[in-house]
């Protein structure tokens, strides 16, 4: 399973890229406006500060949402860096804005997914990823791992290569949950992924190995 983290924060990006186990990142207009990035230059030189970090696929979504302001957005963007991948909303010109792209060898990842119906346009389009919002759907009291679940049986039953990206994750047990049902991402916050670091006996093991080690080695 690829980990991406869901944030526009260089900080936490270069974090768990320390860590050792990032995949990608992805973003969207929310999560720049958190980091306060505004204004078109500022936004991809952003962005290429994030594809210094990271060696994987980052998410750079467009603000348009008619078919022409789709294409122009993500042709700009994908000139910065052959890691970033067009994120498109799931809308009528989306899709079509991401058979464009596919057709040209352009990585998409189609967003607001909350549908299988939405997931199997998305992949008959030719979405490089699908990201459905799990804990959006959970937020609403939908349980979003039944999509995942539908997604998965959909690709699987007619081959389709779109990979599904778990988005709106939370927490440890969405990654696990996700996991166990394949999929092939998971985005979510660090504080998801250093979640899963956790577990008391493992605290209480260290602190014994220590103690006893403390013993003999006075
Ligand atoms: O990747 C989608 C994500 O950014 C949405 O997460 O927590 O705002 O629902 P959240």
Same mark, same amino acid.
């Given at each position: ?11 936490? @990006?270069?974090? !768990? ?26 936004? &991809? +030189?952003? =962005?290429?500060?994030?594809? &210094?970090? #990271? ?6 979504? #467009?603000?348009?949402?008619? =078919? ?8 700009? $963007?994908?000139?910065? %860096? ?10 009528? +010109?989306?899709?079509?804005? @991401?058979? =464009? ?10 967003? $607001? ?9 998305? !992949? &008959? ?11 959006? /759907?959970? +937020? ?10 539908? @997604? ?7 081959? =389709? ?14 990654? /696990?949950?996700?996991?166990? $049902? ?8 660090? %504080?998801?992924?250093?979640?899963? /670091? ?7 093991? /260290? ?7 403390? &013993?003999?080695?006075?």
């Amino acid at each position: 399973m690829k980990f991406f983290i869901d944030t526009a924060s260089l900080k936490e @990006i270069q974090e !768990a890229q320390d860590l050792g186990v990032l995949d990608g990142v992805t973003t969207n207009p929310s999560l720049m406006a958190k980091e306060g990035i505004g204004g078109d230059q500022n936004v &991809k +030189d952003h =962005y290429k500060a994030i594809c &210094k970090i #990271v060696d994987g696929d980052v998410s750079a979504e #467009v603000i348009s949402t008619d =078919y022409e302001g789709m294409i122009r957005e993500g042709e700009e $963007l994908v000139k910065l %860096s052959d890691q970033i991948v067009v994120k498109i909303p799931m809308i009528r +010109d989306g899709v079509k804005a @991401i058979r =464009y792209f596919s057709e040209r060898g352009i990585k998409t990842n189609c967003t $607001l997914v909350f549908s299988a119906g939405q997931a199997l346009l998305a !992949a &008959k389009a030719g979405a490089t990823y699908v990201s459905p919002f799990i804990g959006r /759907l959970d +937020d609403v009291s939908t349980d979003g791992l039944i999509l995942i679940e539908d @997604i998965r049986t959909i690709y699987d039953n007619y081959g =389709y290569e779109t990979q599904i990206l778990a988005a709106s994750v939370r927490h440890s047990m969405h990654i /696990l949950s996700c996991a166990k $049902l394949g999929a092939d991402v998971m985005t979510g916050p660090l %504080s998801a992924i250093l979640s899963l /670091l956790n577990h008391p006996l493992t605290d209480i093991g /260290l602190a014994k190995f220590l103690a006893d080690h403390a &013993k003999v080695n006075k």
